[in-house]
């Protein structure tokens, strides 16, 4: 399948104005890449692609590497010390060069020190060319975006890292630079108001972008591009979506069945053997594009169904309910389409497990969850006596500790804060160990309360969320993302500036955005291929110190259910339940000051 979206667009601008343009016929080249400029190409490009334009190689700049003398080598790296060192090192020895010579390509802008340590290396005169093609973002799907920064939860929140966390901010600024400039856009820059380094951030952002809009004019303009907008948010303007169980199928696969690096494992029994097979889940694979945001109930039969006109129209004949057996018995009678029924079992398979993983303890966790969340039942009675509901979960043995972690921090976001003594309470009930509870206590790094003095805090004025009931929910999903809001309110402009205020607001003539669903024009949409770049205005949203897949489900669901705009997504790393517990208990917020048996709170900002 093509890419899409902003994979397309990175993949066709690496492949342009990297690969191809130090091409020249009849000679092999190396390709000396990074950890995120790897990622880059791995996530954008086909290696076939990469291949078939002379490379023949691609090497890790920061791994020992076999020299090749004869060969010249593209460089596509960040513009940081350990990468520019590397590049340096290369060429130290005009004995023995590593590469015959350097095409040298920078993500994006390289700072004047090392510029000038370059100038004065050696490998300046092996230099055929330095460029920065400014992409230093990872496409991670179509719309959605990472910056690939791991340590940036915990470089943001705790109090004790606050020495680095200007330059990781300014870092963050310069690949979000990046993304607009690669997308052409030049949006009104946003920030949630409440937390102090949005704005700081947002700051940041828009010198930068003005930087590059000074340099080409050009950006940005274009019928209703004026609209487009970019909101920066922190982790902890919606603390509930990372801590609950979700039922759509990546989500749920994400949380409960460990995918690391988008690679699902399973085991197989085939031929008496049980092999493992790992599937990688990306967007190449059209079933796992159709499925990935489906509630579970509905993935099954959504499998079956597609293998039914699959198998229809290659005139086989499936039951009503495939099993695995008729698969497996199906790909003896027709090995030549082993490629398309594989990718069903798989699916398949993928959703047996999560059903696996849902039946026993989720589905009595999610139920309690929901309520939690919304403060209301399914019937939307409000919850007088929360209590009640968590008591039987959290002396449940057979719970984890983990889940009933995530149980007692909806329970204090429901009550804006529990005082000491309750919270002790809980943690004793539950039997979580002391070690645990710090990720309870961390969470007031993100401004949001967990102890109070009064048994009874006022409750939080939380956001007024928008009435969904129209809308066809499950009891157990009854949650919608925060984000979701945010992103509809921009697009219909009714998101509050008091809360959400401009950096800088682009005039926007009334006049101007009226005429464009014209006759004329207005079914642009209806007939476009897949590579075409829309024409409309976007709305980007970046939340540092995570983003969920909950979150990445409601991008897509927006530009669905409206024609004009698009969605992205971005942030500084991707988070699943238990990746961000591990980060709230991250030794980066212990007081590295501290005596040992430092047991008391630090102070909440």
């Not at 052409?184 to 952002?205: F, H, N, S, T």
């Not at 909101?231 to 990546?250: A, K, M, N, S, Y």
């Not at 009435?467 to 945010?486: A, G």
């Amino acid at each position: 399948m093509a890419p899409l979206g902003l994979k397309a667009i990175v993949g066709e601008k690496i492949m342009n104005d990297v690969i191809k343009k130090a091409r020249e016929k009849g000679k092999w080249k190396v390709l000396v890449v990074d950890k995120l400029s790897m990622r880059m190409v791995s996530s954008c490009c086909k290696m076939t692609d990469i291949m078939s334009e002379g490379i023949t190689i691609v090497e890790d700049i920061t791994k020992r590497r076999e020299p090749l003398p004869s060969m010249e080598a593209i460089y596509l790296i960040t513009p940081s010390d350990e990468s520019v060192e590397g590049l340096i090192d290369d060429f130290r020895d005009p004995q023995n060069q590593r590469y015959r010579a350097a095409h040298v390509f920078f993500t994006d802008t390289i700072p004047d020190m090392l510029f000038g340590l370059l100038t004065k290396s050696r490998a300046s005169k092996a230099m055929k060319a330095l460029t920065e093609i400014h992409i230093a973002f990872l496409p991670y799907e179509s719309q959605v975006f990472s910056l690939d920064k791991v340590d940036a939860f915990q470089d943001f929140y705790s109090p004790f890292k606050a020495d680095v966390k200007n330059n990781m901010l300014e870092r963050c600024a310069e690949q979000i630079a990046t993304l607009c400039f690669t997308l052409k856009e030049y949006p009104g820059v946003r920030y949630r108001g409440e937390y102090k380094d949005c704005a700081v951030l947002a700051q940041m952002i828009q010198e930068k972008l003005d930087g590059y809009k000074a340099d080409d004019p050009t950006m940005g303009e274009g019928p209703d591009k004026s609209r487009t907008q970019l909101l920066i948010l922190d982790r902890g303007f919606d603390c509930v979506t990372p801590v609950l169980h979700e039922l759509t199928l990546q989500a749920m696969a994400y949380d409960l069945l460990g995918v690391e690096n988008d690679v699902y494992s399973f085991e197989t029994s085939g031929m008496g053997e049980v092999r493992t097979k790992e599937v990688v889940l990306d967007e190449d694979d059209d079933l796992w594009l159709s499925l990935r945001h489906k509630h579970i109930a509905e993935v099954s039969t959504a499998v079956t169904r597609s293998l039914k006109d699959f198998s229809a129209s290659k005139k086989m004949n499936t039951g009503e309910k495939t099993t695995m057996k008729e698969l497996a018995q199906m790909l003896k009678k027709m090995p030549q389409y082993q490629k398309e029924l594989s990718k069903y079992s798989t699916h398949l398979h993928l959703a047996e497990d999560c059903m696996n993983r849902y039946q026993g303890t989720v589905d009595k966790l999610c139920r309690v969850e929901q309520d939690l969340a919304m403060g209301m039942d399914a019937e939307g009675e409000k919850i007088k006596d929360p209590m009640r509901l968590i008591v039987p979960i959290l002396l449940d043995a057979n719970v984890n500790v983990s889940d009933k972690i995530r149980i007692i921090l909806l329970y204090i976001f429901l009550k804006n804060g529990v005082t000491e003594e309750n919270l002790c309470k809980l943690l004793q009930h539950a039997n979580i160990p002391p070690e645990d509870s710090d990720i309870i206590s961390n969470m007031a790094h993100l401004g949001i309360p967990v102890i109070s003095e009064v048994s009874c805090p006022e409750p939080a004025k939380k956001p007024d969320r928008k009435e969904r009931i129209s809308e066809q929910t499950y009891q157990l999903s009854r949650w919608t993302p925060l984000v979701k809001d945010l992103i509809e309110d921009s697009i219909e402009d009714k998101l509050d500036p008091k809360l959400y205020p401009y950096i800088s607001q682009r005039q926007v003539s009334a006049k101007a955005s009226a005429p464009s669903s014209s006759a004329r024009y207005g079914n642009w949409h209806k007939n476009r291929g897949p590579t075409e770049i829309k024409t409309g205005p976007r709305i980007i949203v970046f939340i540092i110190g995570g983003m969920t897949y909950s979150e990445m489900r409601c991008v897509y669901e927006v530009t669905q259910a409206n024609g004009k705009w698009e969605a992205l997504i971005g942030s500084t790393h991707i988070l699943t339940p238990p990746k961000y517990l591990k980060e709230l208990q991250h030794p980066d917020f212990l007081d590295p000051n501290a005596l040992p048996e430092g047991t008391e709170e630090p102070p909440a900002e």
